[in-house]
Structure formats: C-alpha cells, structure tokens
C-alpha cells in the first residue's frame, strides 16, 4: 500500500506490508547470493541515482527523477522556481552550503555524502578533489603538491568511479581515472557521492562513486552573474631561474545566468582561467645497505670492501636531490542550455571544453655511493658518525670522497583537451516519462620530454660532506666544487648510460560515446511507488603513441663501436640560464640552461623505439551494453516509514586490445587480444525514518570496478641490461613487464548500515559501518624466475647470463574482504550557547580493514595482506566562524599511511610504504551585504598552511636477509596564498 495515498492504514494492512517487505528483501539477497558463487563473473557500473541530487534535473538523466512527474504549469513553475531560490541562491554561506549538503544526504534513498557550493562559482576550497575530501570516508591524494585523485573509504582512487553530470568521463591518464584538477571549481556547482550502488548509476566504483554537477539555469528566479579573481603565490621561491615559471599567477572566472520566455528556457555560461605556478623541492635515497660486516655486501654479494667505512652500519648508496618547476594554464567554458516549453517536454544541453597547458623545468643533481663499478672503484669514505637505528646503526655524516656527479637537466611540456557533451529529453505521458539521453566526452594529450646530461669537466670527481636525517627532513650536502660553474661542468654520459640524451613524444586520445533510454511509471503496486526500467550502452576507445629518440653530442658515435661515454662539450653560453638552487639540500646551485635549446644545437637526434617503446603503442576498446530495472519503495513497517530501492543491472562488457609486434627493437607487426564476459549486480537500498529527524539506513549490492585501463592492453616487452649494484653485479639479466588483456574486473558484494541524527540548521551525527566481500580483484604479479627462451634479446652485444629473470604483469585473484566504520559529525555552537552563535565545527573519521589471500606485497616475507593503496584511518575536522558577513575556516586533512606496489630490488622484492600526511587550510572571507559595494566580496586563501611533506619509506632486505625499513622520498611544495575577491550581480 502506498504510504502517501493512504495514511490511514489499518494494523492488518501494515501486517501485510511487513511481510512484503520481507519477501521482499528475501528476493533481493536470493539475487544477490549466486553471484557469490560465481567468481569468474566480472562487471562494472555507474549511474546517476534519483532522489540524491541537489537539483533533479541536475545530472541530465532520467534516473533523476524518483517519481513521474510532470513539469508543473508557468504560474506553478514559477511559484517553484521561488520556492527553489529560497534555497539555492540563498545558499551562500558556510552554514546554508552544508544545510544544503544535509539535504541531499538526507532526501536520498541510497547512503551519500554531498558537497555544495556556498554561491554560484564559489566552492568552498582551491580545488574540487579539496572539498570532496572534507567529506566522510574521502581523502585526497596528490600529485605534485596538488589534490588530484580522491581516495574513498581509504582505498586507491582506481576504486572509485567518477561522472560529470551522470556520465562517465574520458580521461588524459593511462588509467581510467579522473583527475580533479582538470576541472575548475569555479564551475561546479555541487557533488553527491554515492557509497552504496544504485541500479540507475551507470560505470560505479566499488569504493564509491563521485558524480560533478554543474549548475541548472531554470533552478534560478533572475539573471545572475559573478566575477571572481584571486592572486596566487608560492612560498618556495624561484628554483629555475630564467624557465618562466616564477611565483605568481592568478585565478579569474565568469559565470552568466539567465531565463528567458516566460522562465521556460534558461541559459548558463561559465569560464574560469587558472595560472598557477608550482615549485617542488624534491630528495630520494636510491637504496640502503651495509657496504662490510657480517651484514655488509662485501661478505654476502662479492662487493669490494668500502674504504672508511665501518662494519655492519647502514649507509645509503646513492642519492637525488631536484628542484622542479611547473606552470600550469587551464582555460575551461561550461555551457548550459534547459528549456521547458509546456507540461510534456523537458530538454536539456550541457557542454564543457577545457584545455590544459603544463611546462615542467626539472634539475638535478645525483650520484652513486655503492661499492659496484666504474667510476666508482676509487669512493671512500672519512670522518664516518653514526646514529641507532634498526636493524643496524645509520650512518648520517661524514665525508665522500671520490664521487661522481651526474647532473640532469629536464623538460616537459603537456597540453591537455577535454571535451563533454550530453543532451537529455524527457517526454511525461500519463503514468510514464520517456527519457533519451545522448553523450560523448573525449580527452587527447600530447606530451614533449627531453633530458641531457651533464658531468665535471675531464671526469673529474668531487669529494662531498654530507649531514642526512634518519626521519622526516632533507639532508645537508657540502661539496667540494661549484656545480654551477660553467667552466667544471659539461655535457657528456657521466655514468655510461649508452646515450647523452632522450626525447620523447606522446600522444594519447580516449574517447567515450554514449546513449541511455531509460521508461519510468507511478505504481500503487504492493510496496512500490515507481518504476525505472533502462538501457544503457557505451564505447570506449583509448589509443596511446610513444616515439623516442636518443641525443648524441655532435662528434660523438651513436653505435656500440663509436659511441664514447666520457666524450664532452661545453655548454654554448647562449643557453645559459642562472643556478638552479638547490639550497634546501645545502648545495647552493647547479647548472641551469635551455634543454630543448641545447639539444636542437649541439646534439642531434636518431629514432631509437625499443621493445619497451613500441609496447607503448596500443589502442584499448570496451563496447558496454548494460540494461536495468529499479523498483522504488515507499511503504510502512511497524508504523515506520520506509522507502528505498531495490534493483538489477545485466552488464556485458565486450574489450579488445591491439598493440605492435615486435622481434628484438624491430617492429614487424601487430597483435591481437581480448575477451568478453556478464555480470548481474543485484541492489537494495532500505531507508526507515525512525523520527522526523533520525533516519537508519541499509544497503546490499553487489558491484564490480574494471582495472587499469592500460592493464588491460595486449603488448609486453623484455629487454637485458647489465648489473652494476647488489648481488648480481657484472651479470647481464632478463627483465619485462606487460599488459593482460584476458583480465576480468573487481567484483564484490557489499554491505552497509548507517544511522543519522539532523538537528539544528546544519548539524547532525552519523555512524556507518560496511563490509565488502571480494569476489575477483586485480593485483601486480612479479615472477622472478620467469622464463624469457621465447623472446629475442633487443641488445645483440650482451649476452645473457641466463633465460630467466623478472616480469611483472596484472593478474586476477580471489577471495579476500574489506570493512570499516565512519564516524561524521556537524555542529552549529548557536546550539549550545548565544555566545557561540556563527561558530561551528564538522568532523569525520574513517577506519578500514581489507585482507586479501595473495598480493604483489603480501608474497613478500613480512609483506602486508592489504589492498595496495588502502589507508587504514582517515580523518577530517574543520571549525569555521560565519556572522555578520565575515567568515572564517581552518581544516585538516588527514590519511594514514599506506602501501605502494612491489618493486624489484636486485634478486628480491620491496616494497613502498607512503606514510600518513596531514594537511591544514584556512580561508578568511569577508561579504559585504549592503551600500554601494553589495555582492562584493574579499578573500584569503591559504592552502597546506604548515608544508605538510608527502614521505615514502621502503621495505627491503640487508644482504643477509634481514629486514629493514628505510627512508626514500621526501618532497615539499611550500604553501600557495590566494587573495582576491568576487562579485555577484
């Protein structure tokens, strides 16, 4: 019986409905519960779901609406349209923005969480990834200093699933997913992440799902535009003097608004420019070992004893210090259309474009310290101390002597182009709304790289003081020449690398065509209200290009019998530029000129695509129909409201892969793979509304994420190399790494419970707590015994010490489960006291647990049986002051550490580890109300307040195979200060 046609129901009637409800919810598990069985299933989705969006219209598609409801008359719709703005452009504030969040969140029938915009073109933080990453369960991860990829519920960002208005979006990265930074906050207006599957959300993730949602024109009662502009700048300073990059840039965006005929057709337009400037200082330790001892290479590999240096002390034996400097502009144009000319049509046109031009100036300065090899035979060490550490003490000072530099110089240039279209139509007729939803969306990047390299003048070595920290910090060098004297240093091939420079060109396009028809009707059937029955079917095409060459000096070979790696040239002064610093490392600067410069100049250029370049050349296709049916609830039990969802999606996914042959470095053809294969994913999503404010939520699913994209392409490559370092020195080794194109994706079934308690305006309490059950996952498979007999050896003048060596490849696994608990929180301090009035705090914290039965880490002795990339806690607290037009906020993000992939180090296996980071921001804004500067409003911005460092640690073995963790990277981007203002007409 529908609760809202008839409330008066008997106590026999809600008997009833009790037990459909069980039948019910017996059904759906009775769905859900053979898929357990059949691990070879794999699937993916993602849709839009109904009732979580902010604006039902928002996202375009037909799953938006949870009921068939007709576009209401002019006078109705513009009484809506009021109605509407009361709380949508009001919304322009701290506390309105989560008021209208904890709508979202407690309107829907599925667990979400939302982000809004304070006010048209004016989210809450520098980046869209930074607000989504204040929600709860949801932490960012970065990339160059930046927040680019959002990590949900502690797992990698390739679990999550992300749409721009309902659709899946192409993307510039090898992997499939999205990178926030390619689209201005400026221009979205909100977000929903959806934490439990929804049968009308098409390409979900199994961690979650993110769906952008740019603004509806109609929602506003008045033309309304804004400006906003902000100065940027970098605390890091200049460290590439003379690249162009500096400490300065700007944000600038427009946004237009506007209604026409009658309110039936409305129109918004959206820019926003960005010119950002990065500096990055960056440090890593290549490895750790003990030169001599019981534990030292000397007595367990065969190395040389080290001169000076003690027995059984843990030193490093090599490092890199870089100066990195990056520009970045972004141009983005967001473009909506929306007419709804009577009761039966609505029509809906949204466009983005955007492009992205980065220019990257990296510099620096790297040497060896082991004990293997030319031209180190002569290092040694003095004045050796040392600090207690584990396994072994650490060494942390001393002096090098007889070291040689390697200095490398290089440049990266990117120019991204995304492009998203969709357009919805929706036809209400009676009982039934028809919906037809056409998109397409297409990313294409073309990527420049070059590098040369530079050593001291006649091979000259250089004897260097050094002062490194056994934790967090960058070390302090005291060299013993000036790396920055043109007359000491030269181009040449300083560590007989082959080559004196490379380049490189790549191309990469994706492209994803999409329509959806989906057919929705009222019911008063049993304990449904609605209906959404839907066909869903996408092509998906990603093709990448590599081209290399290799640069060698003018007068010097390109041949094994003519090249020579000490052969030199000064460096033309024209290409001069001034030091780099690397003052952070205690080195005051090295040499800095124009690469591509250089290289066009005093090097020239031969085609030099090996095995490993050509693997790089693929197109990956997936052709996926996906059909669904959805049943929306709405009935009572035991007097208590309940509402929700139950579902299925049939998912088909047909993907193929090409890729070039090759015999040794010659290309002599293509080949061919792929496979195909079904999965059903049942779905129930339980709402009961304990009270008028508490509501307990319950899903069940079953959901599946397909892997990297690029893990699925066909090529692989080998190739040998000669050992310098470890126990295989001077041996000539097997090595590769390759695609699978037989790959199925992740699939799970999961479930979730949640309670939530709103009171106040913006305020509430939630506890959640989920599992998920993993029936087929994806993980990196290193063999390092493999077998290459059948692969021909791309490098005739080295032979091999033996057939076997290490390849990598994606694999399938299964079994294995993840759990976890949420807390989250909002509270107005007007609750408890007047004098608290405009304070007020948001707090949210993750804890999750995963184990899975075999892993690229967990065949590691010691090695942990956990997901690579899942942070075990995740936390955020945010306190922010709103009255009177002034307002303020500090937050703080915080992720526990967590593990990379398994790396090959020598005849073993490692692994990374990042560690925990935790970031602070703080915003002050003032908004001035009214007078002559009404809708004018200052703003200061301050983002990662205190440096906070992103720290990697690796996991290795000693020579005598005692384990050790031991620092490795330790990169800072200082703090970014925007100030500036906006004004809204």
């Excluded at 969040?101 to 809450?124: C, H, M, R, W, Y």
Aim: charged share 15%.
């Amino acid at each position: 019986m529908n609760r809202r046609e008839n409330q008066g129901s008997m106590e026999k009637g809600a008997a009833l409905q009790r037990r459909r409800l069980v039948v019910a919810c017996t059904s759906a598990w009775l769905l859900v519960a053979p898929g357990t069985a059949v691990l070879a299933q794999d699937a993916s989705g993602q849709s839009s779901s109904t009732q979580a969006q902010p604006n039902q219209a928002q996202s375009g598609q037909a799953t938006q609406q949870p009921k068939n409801t007709k576009p209401q008359s002019k006078a109705e719709k513009q009484k809506k349209v009021e109605a509407s703005q009361l709380g949508a452009v009001v919304v322009n504030g701290i506390s309105n923005s989560i008021q209208s969040a904890l709508d979202t969140k407690q309107n829907s029938d599925d667990i979400v969480e939302a982000i809004s915009a304070e006010d048209i073109g004016k989210l809450p933080d520098v980046s869209i990834a930074d607000s989504l990453a204040r929600l709860p369960g949801l932490a960012t991860q970065r990339v160059d200093g930046q927040a680019s990829a959002i990590s949900i519920r502690g797992l990698s960002p390739d679990f999550a699933g992300t749409t721009l208005n309902g659709r899946e979006q192409a993307t510039i990265g090898e992997n499939r997913g999205v990178e926030y930074d390619q689209y201005p906050s400026e221009l979205i207006n909100g977000a929903t992440v959806y934490k439990t599957p929804d049968a009308s959300v098409i390409g979900q993730g199994l961690a979650g799902t993110v769906d952008l949602q740019t603004i509806n024109p109609l929602d506003l009662s008045k033309r309304t535009m804004v400006f906003n502009l902000r100065g940027e700048h970098d605390s890091d300073g200049n460290l590439n003097p003379g690249t162009g990059t500096g400490t300065t840039g700007h944000r600038a965006s427009f946004s237009y608004i506007d209604q026409f005929f009658d309110h039936t057709f409305g129109v918004a337009i959206g820019f926003a420019q960005l010119d950002q400037p990065i500096q990055e200082k960056q440090y890593q330790a290549w490895w750790w070992g003990a030169d001599n001892g019981s534990a030292g290479m000397d007595q367990n590999w065969g190395a040389r004893t080290m001169p000076g240096m003690p027995d059984n002390v843990n030193a490093q034996q090599g490092m890199q210090l870089r100066a990195q400097s990056q520009d970045e502009k972004r141009n983005g144009l967001m473009a909506v259309l929306e007419w709804a000319p009577n009761e039966t049509y609505y029509s809906k046109l949204d466009m983005y474009y955007s492009t992205f031009n980065k220019s990257e100036f990296t510099n620096g300065l790297q040497w060896s310290s082991s004990p293997y090899g030319q031209p180190y035979d002569n290092l040694s060490y003095a004045n050796v101390g040392t600090s207690p550490g584990s396994p072994l003490p650490i060494v942390t000072s001393g002096t090098m002597l007889g070291l040689a530099p390697i200095m490398q110089n290089e440049y990266t240039k990117e120019h991204d182009k995304l492009y998203s279209i969709g357009w919805n139509n929706k036809l209400y007729l009676g009982d039934w709304t028809t919906s037809l939803d056409l998109s397409s969306s297409s990313a294409r990047v073309k990527l420049h790289d070059a590098y040369l390299f530079t050593g001291l003048a006649n091979g000259g070595l250089a004897n260097v003081g050094f002062n490194t920290p056994t934790g967090e910090g960058y070390p302090d060098f005291s060299p013993n020449v000036n790396f920055a004297d043109p007359s000491s240093v030269v181009f040449t091939d300083p560590d007989n690398y082959g080559y004196n420079g490379r380049e490189e060109f790549d191309r990469q396009d994706d492209r994803i065509d999409a329509f959806r028809l989906q057919a929705s009707r009222t019911l008063d059937w049993w304990i449904f209200s609605s209906m959404d029955l839907g066909f869903d079917y996408s092509d998906r095409t990603k093709t990448k290009h590599a081209d290399v060459d290799f640069a060698w000096l003018n007068g010097n070979g390109d041949t094994d019998g003519t090249y020579q790696y000490g052969y030199s040239a000064p460096i033309n002064p024209a290409f001069l530029y001034n030091p780099t610093s690397l003052g952070y490392g205690g080195i005051p600067g090295i040499i800095n000129y124009n690469v591509l410069g250089a290289m066009y100049s005093q090097f020239y250029l031969t085609p030099e695509n090996g095995a490993g370049d050509w693997s790089r050349n693929y197109t990956i296709e997936e052709k996926v129909p996906l059909a669904y049916a959805k049943f929306n609830i709405d009935t009572d039990v035991a007097g208590i409201p309940v509402r929700g969802n139950m579902g299925v999606q049939f998912v088909h996914t047909d993907q193929s892969s090409t890729a070039l042959q090759t015999n040794g470095n010659t290309l002599v053809g293509q080949i061919n793979g792929g496979t195909s294969y079904n999965n059903v994913l049942p779905s129930l999503n339980l709402v009961a509304k304990l009270s008028d404010t508490q509501y307990l939520r319950f899903g069940l699913a079953k959901t599946m994420t397909r892997g990297r994209i690029d893990d699925e392409k066909v090529s692989s490559s080998a190739g040998v190399s000669k050992i310098t370092d470890g126990p295989q020195a001077g041996q000539v080794v097997w090595s590769g790494s390759g695609g699978n194109p037989l790959l199925k994706p992740y699939v799970a079934v999961g479930t979730d419970i949640s309670w939530e308690k709103y009171f106040g305006k913006a305020s509430y309490v939630s506890v959640a707590v989920f599992r998920k059950n993993l029936l087929n996952y994806i993980y990196n498979k290193t063999i390092l015994n493999y077998d290459f007999s059948h692969y021909i050896n791309n490098t005739p003048t080295l032979t091999p010490t033996s057939n076997y060596g290490a390849f990598t490849l994606p694999e399938n696994g299964t079994g294995g489960s993840m759990d976890g608990l949420e807390l989250a929180g909002s509270f107005e301090g007007g609750l408890l006291a007047e004098a608290l009035e405009g304070f007020g705090i948001q707090a949210n914290y993750s804890l999750t647990n995963s184990t899975i039965p075999t892993s690229s880490i967990s065949a590691i002795p010691g090695g942990p049986k956990t997901l690579p990339g899942l942070s075990h806690k995740v936390g955020n607290i945010t306190l922010y002051y709103e009255r009177n037009g002034f307002s303020a906020r500090i937050a703080q993000r915080y992720r526990s550490s967590f593990t990379g992939e398994a790396v090959a180090l020598f005849d073993q296996l490692g692994y990374t580890k990042i560690l925990a980071n935790r970031q602070t921001d703080l915003q002050l804004e003032y908004d001035f109300s009214q007078g002559p500067m009404n809708g004018l409003s200052i703003l200061l911005q301050v983002n990662n307040l205190f440096n906070s460092p992103d720290e990697t640690v690796q996991y290795a073995t000693l020579a005598n195979n005692v384990p050790m963790t031991m620092p490795l990277e330790y990169d800072t981007w200082g703090r970014t200060v925007l100030l500036g203002f906006s004004y809204k007409l």
